[in-house]
């Protein structure tokens, strides 16, 4: 993400929680943060609970999110934070690039406050019959994060969508909404038809629909792991099997088990380490009415 | 239950329109119940992908979606949802190799064989070696690349950092400020429960922590200072043994210090069986006890464990050190005073029927006299309290404070004041004795000289403050420490010894602070070296016989370590002060010293070129 994506990207996120911009200018923006965006962001949860608990209007932080790539050359030891003192209080000065804080924390609270999602697109003003009823049918959206797993990993994301009332699956389904006018009132003038699908079954259909199209997927990748894997326990059979054997004493008992206990962590770690996997996580997911029947 | 049909072609009824004012949730009926009977488990039955790999789903966010249309909502904003695709898009990893983490650390830039180093630990050791570059190579900041990779990749959430006491809070600032890394040093039972601790090694392998450490998992184990480990039978080793892990860092200057067998213990820790088992490796790679036999099968076996970056490698550029004694006549005054103090401990050494604590306190005298009166001073009031009312002590110690208060200028800190106005820059005076850096702070105030002090007993927000100070609006700094915590001052290139600490070791931390990675300038050195006294002979000992200031960074400790397996140097000087008779058979001694460290540093030198 360069800066001037972070840029839109925080401005997104401050409006969309009603925050009072107060400047904005190409490098940075003075924000005093709404108090739904402050709980999330400002890490003042003692201020919040005696706020909710006295009922005292809450009075929420002022940042300055500059989001210049900081200096290479400069102290590497200072502090990030600064802060400046003017009329309307102290306003706290922060360098916001990939990889601050401060930007992991916005993209934590993104992805917590943008989970689930329940919208109907927006029908074209003017246009319609006042006394027409537009058809809608619902689709179930979602991103789903791949994983692909083992001492490395790479990931690939899908933003699919399902039909409900079909069935059809849609592999550019979040680019399709891309420009659309979401709304998440019901607009009027439409009717939402009945679903073929329960939401479970789209899912399930999405799943196994990924799991096949995965299934074609080059796992060399997996292989060479695999390799490894064998590799690092042939390794350490042949260190500690030969110990093990030569304990043979009754009175060695103990210190077998321990022996053997050991051998069996390392077997475990070197499993947990190597073992090549796909993980699959819902990012988010929603219910989108559309327009007409796909 | 009546189940819709899932068919893709299924039939679909028009539903009635709804009331242009229903809300969002309205259209709750609009999805049937979960498929009957009962939903299974959120991570299902894993799907075999192909023979190897198995697919694993987690659906939470799907489950809260059910959940959420049972209840009608609430539901999440649409900017949001989309933010939230947008940062998983940009978290996304979307290859194997990448060193994706440079791109996320613009506050540094990391040299490239330390760039260099993280790729190999992550590409051909796969998260397990033995970190063993030399001294201010920076494998911190390499165990700190190759952790904030596995962060970002979500191959590692939890991670254990384990260095000696004095370097939690250096790795803590380190992970924080140059990785972004939101590392906690570890005070209460509960910051384990942190995703990423740094603790003391002997905090966490004593109960209960250990016990609690023993029942969790690592995805990243780090080890500072990892020779602690070399002995197999101790406590440290098999803590760390016993430990859960799936990436583990070792880190060590000095990967063998006495013996082969601690490099096999080293490397059987991080991977059993490397080197084979012990008979093996005792067979196949042992010559005797310090040197190795079939180095190239050696070094091939160690090559897939562990990597030493070396200075001589080159790549690593560091500055010039340029030395200057600055010698220097005590007054009459002073020098009387050096005599009389030289005569007192002479005469008390052993007067004192050999208890160490009061003859140590007569080296501090002797060494606190060739710095300042002022030092002097408050060590001979001490002395005074200790001695009983009718003590013939107290005349002797009386007649030496009579000595002080004739002086009426102190010679080093004029000098020094003239240096620093010769070099017109930012300058760092280190002392060892509080009393003389008070002295000189108020001597250069007196005399229009912003100075600020530095010492270890400040606490890190102060010591933060002084450093931005020295930085910004003063000229001089006056240090009483130097070791221990991160003091990084590359911004100043001037180094006086007001006095020389005894230990080669500190010297070297003082100039470390200043002459280090990052330094652009070369440094310069100025000894205070008053003639006639003994510290004549510790500069000549250090500069002259083994040149220490000239060393390349980490030689050193290398020499030191295994010179001093005896005895400290320290100690070997103090009871040179304390049992000889005369200033010439003192010179004797300390010249043997330094030929013994001399030999030393050419032996090390023969056996580190193969």
């Not at chain 1, 102290?90 to 924390?105: C, M, T």
């Not at chain 1, 260190?239 to 050991?262: F, G, K, N, S, V």
């Not at chain 2, 408050?378 to 030496?400: G, H, M, Q, Y």
């Amino acid at each position: 993400m360069n800066a001037k994506q972070i840029h839109k990207f925080v401005v997104s996120y401050l409006e969309s929680k009603e925050c009072h911009l107060i400047e904005k200018s190409p490098s940075s923006v003075t924000v005093k943060l709404s108090p739904d965006a402050d709980r999330a962001l400002s890490g003042r949860p003692y201020y919040w609970s005696f706020v909710d608990r006295t009922g005292t209007p809450p009075e929420t932080m002022t940042y300055r999110w500059s989001f210049e790539q900081p200096d290479a050359s400069g102290p590497t030891n200072a502090s990030p934070v600064s802060y400046v003192m003017t009329e309307s209080g102290r306003v706290i000065q922060e360098d916001v690039y990939f990889g601050s804080r401060r930007l992991l924390q916005l993209f934590d609270v993104v992805q917590q406050a943008g989970r689930c999602a329940t919208l109907f697109e927006e029908p074209p003003r003017g246009r319609l019959d006042p006394l027409r009823s537009e058809p809608y049918t619902a689709w179930l959206g979602a991103n789903l994060r791949v994983g692909f797993e083992c001492d490395m990993k790479k990931e690939e994301l899908y933003c699919w969508g399902i039909s409900l009332a079909t069935g059809v699956i849609d592999e550019k389904f979040m680019d399709k909404l891309r420009y659309r006018k979401m709304t998440p009132r019901l607009p009027s003038n439409v009717h939402l038809l009945k679903n073929g699908l329960s939401l479970r079954r789209g899912m399930n259909q999405l799943e196994t629909h990924l799991e096949r199209k995965l299934k074609s997927a080059d796992f060399g990748w997996a292989v060479e792991a695999e390799a490894r894997r064998q590799d690092e326990l042939e390794r350490i059979r042949l260190y500690y099997e030969p110990m093990l054997e030569t304990m043979t004493h009754p009175d060695q008992r103990e210190q077998r088990e321990t022996l053997a206990a050991r051998f069996r962590q390392r077997q475990s770690e070197i499993d947990w380490q190597y073992r090549p996997r796909v993980s699959v996580t819902v990012v988010n997911c929603g219910i989108f009415h559309l327009p007409g029947i796909d | 239950m009546q189940i819709p049909s899932p068919s893709p072609s299924g039939p679909f009824d028009p539903y009635p329109p709804s009331e242009p004012n229903a809300a969002a949730g309205g259209a709750n009926e609009l999805y049937p119940p979960s498929d009957l009977p009962p939903k299974p488990p959120a991570d299902a039955a894993p799907r075999k992908l192909h023979p190897l790999v198995e697919m694993r789903v987690d659906r939470s966010a799907f489950e809260e979606l059910e959940r959420r249309a049972e209840r009608n909502g609430p539901w999440d904003d649409w900017a949001l949802y989309q933010l939230s695709l947008e940062a998983e898009q940009a978290n996304l990893v979307t290859d194997f190799h990448a060193l994706r983490c440079l791109s996320l650390l613009p506050r540094f830039e990391p040299m490239p064989h330390q760039i260099d180093t993280a790729r190999r630990v992550l590409h051909e050791m796969r998260g397990r070696a033995i970190l063993a570059d030399e001294v201010g190579l920076g494998k911190t900041i390499e165990a700190g690349l190759v952790l904030k990779e596995y962060l970002i990749r979500g191959l590692v959430k939890k991670a254990l950092v384990l260095v000696p006491a004095s370097l939690v809070l250096q790795w803590v600032r380190e992970l924080n400020g140059k990785f972004d890394i939101p590392a906690v040093a570890q005070r209460k039972a509960y910051s384990w429960d942190n995703d990423i601790v740094v603790a003391s090694m002997d905090t966490a392998k004593r109960e209960p922590h250990r016990r609690t450490l023993l029942d969790g998992e690592y995805d990243l184990i780090i080890v500072d200072e990892a020779h602690k480990l070399k002995n197999k039978r101790t406590g440290n080793y098999q803590f760390i043994n016993e430990l859960r892990k799936k990436y583990c860092l070792l880190l060590t200057a000095t990967p063998v210090q006495n013996d082969m067998s601690e490099l096999y213990n080293l490397i059987t820790l991080l991977k059993p069986g490397q080197l084979g088992g012990e008979g093996d490796f005792a067979a196949n790679f042992v010559a005797d006890r310090r040197r190795p036999k079939n180095e190239d099968q050696l070094q091939e076996a160690l090559g897939q464990v562990m990597i030493r970056n070396r200075r001589s490698d080159g790549g690593v550029e560091f500055t010039k050190r340029l030395v200057t004694n600055v010698p220097l006549r005590l007054s009459p005054d002073e020098m009387a005073l050096y005599e009389g103090v030289t005569d007192y401990v002479r005469k008390h050494a052993y007067g004192e029927n050999g208890d160490m604590a009061s003859m140590l306190s007569l080296v501090t005298l002797q060494r606190e006299v060739c710095s300042s009166r002022d030092a002097v001073f408050l060590t001979l009031i001490n002395l005074f309290k200790k001695t009983t009312e009718d003590s013939p002590l107290r005349a002797r110690i009386w007649e030496l404070v009579e000595l002080i208060k004739r002086i009426k200028a102190n010679t080093k800190a004029e000098k020094t004041m003239e240096l620093v106005r010769d070099i017109g820059d930012k300058t760092i005076v280190f002392t060892e004795y509080r009393a003389t850096q008070e002295y000189l702070l108020k001597f250069f105030k007196e005399h229009g000289l912003t100075a600020v002090p530095y010492r270890g007993g400040m606490n890190r927000g102060k010591k933060d403050w002084m450093m931005d100070l020295f930085r910004n609006r003063a000229q001089v700094m006056i240090a009483t420490e130097a070791g221990g915590e991160g003091i990084n001052l590359q911004f100043c290139h001037h180094v006086v010894n007001f006095d020389l600490p005894w230990n080669p070791m500190r010297v070297e931390q003082r100039i470390g602070r200043v002459h280090r990675l990052g330094q652009t300038e070369d440094v310069r050195i100025f000894n205070l070296c008053t003639l006639g006294t003994i510290e004549e002979h510790i500069v000549h000992l250090l500069h002259e016989k083994i040149n220490m200031f000239e060393l390349v960074i980490g030689e050193l400790d290398e020499i030191i370590s295994q010179f001093e397996k005896s005895e400290s140097i320290e100690r070997r000087l103090a009871q040179f002060v304390l049992e000889t008779e005369d200033g010439e058979e003192l010179r004797k001694k300390i010249d043997g010293l330094g030929d013994s460290l001399l030999e030393t540093k050419s032996r090390l030198h023969r056996e580190s070129r193969p």
